[in-house]
């Protein structure tokens, strides 16, 4: 990723930055069929903003259509960990938010191959749906491989940080949990002094022993390949 990518988004107080790529590669057939077949039954309602220009927040019983768990992943990838955790929880609700649409499309393949009708996907940023959850309407989080932007003046733009944070916290109910996973070091070192300080306790375990219901992602067999070590890390909204 370079300083090239980035855009600005409109929310109703005026522009935000977004930093990241919106495309990659040109699509597969199957997978532009992915985005114009399945992708508008899933997307959640009234989190984009033609839908809902006035940001009012949305009912989370909309999402599903009944008052179930509602878990969140920030930035899916290629979906492979967000349609795992769809198939061991049937009874929960989990919307999946990530810009990057070939990734959005590699999840709407896996979506249909495994048949999971628990999954909501925004293609867009998670700030999207900070702006319309109430407070307290999520029970889990996570935060798998996120872009480390490694340069130091790059640092501001790490999920990490209170611009992301502080609403993250908003909308998690007390008690829920929030997991990161990374193969950066100066990421874990960053999450440790932040996360605490948007109202988190660390939930004490090996950094290095992955969740009993973790699924390897993509990401982190490509880590794993060039030598990084896997952290992971949890916390508990106070």
């Not at 985005?35 to 220009?53: T, Y």
């Not at 048949?115 to 940023?125: A, C, I, K, Q, S």
């Not at 990161?180 to 100066?186: E, F, N, Q, V, Y």
């Amino acid at each position: 990723m370079t300083d090239s990518d980035h855009s600005d988004d409109q929310t109703a107080e005026g522009w935000r930055n977004f930093y990241g790529r919106r495309h990659g590669k040109t699509l597969k057939e199957s997978q532009r069929d992915y985005l114009a077949n399945d992708l508008s039954e899933l997307a959640p309602p009234g989190i984009r903003r033609e839908e809902n220009p006035e940001r009012r927040p949305i009912a989370p019983k909309a999402l599903f259509g009944d008052d179930r768990d509602l878990w969140l992943e920030i930035g899916f990838g290629g979906g492979e960990h967000l349609v795992h955790q769809a198939a061991l929880h049937p009874a929960v609700g989990i919307i999946g938010c990530e810009p990057f649409i070939n990734g959005v499309a590699m999840l709407l393949g896996k979506i249909r191959r495994a048949g999971v009708r628990n999954l909501r996907v925004h293609p867009g940023d998670v700030r999207d749906l900070f702006d319309v959850l109430p407070d307290a309407s999520l029970s889990r989080a996570f935060l798998l491989y996120p872009d480390p932007w490694p340069k130091r003046r790059h640092h501001r733009r790490r999920f990490v940080t209170p611009e992301h944070l502080v609403p993250l916290a908003r909308v998690l109910k007390p008690d829920a949990l929030f997991r990161i996973a990374t193969d950066i070091p100066d990421y874990v070192r960053q999450a440790l002094r932040e996360v605490p300080k948007a109202g988190f306790a660390r939930v004490e375990s090996d950094i290095h022993q992955p969740w009993f219901d973790w699924i390897s992602t993509r990401y982190e067999q490509k880590a794993l390949r060039e030598g990084r070590v896997p952290h992971y890390l949890t916390f508990r909204r106070l």
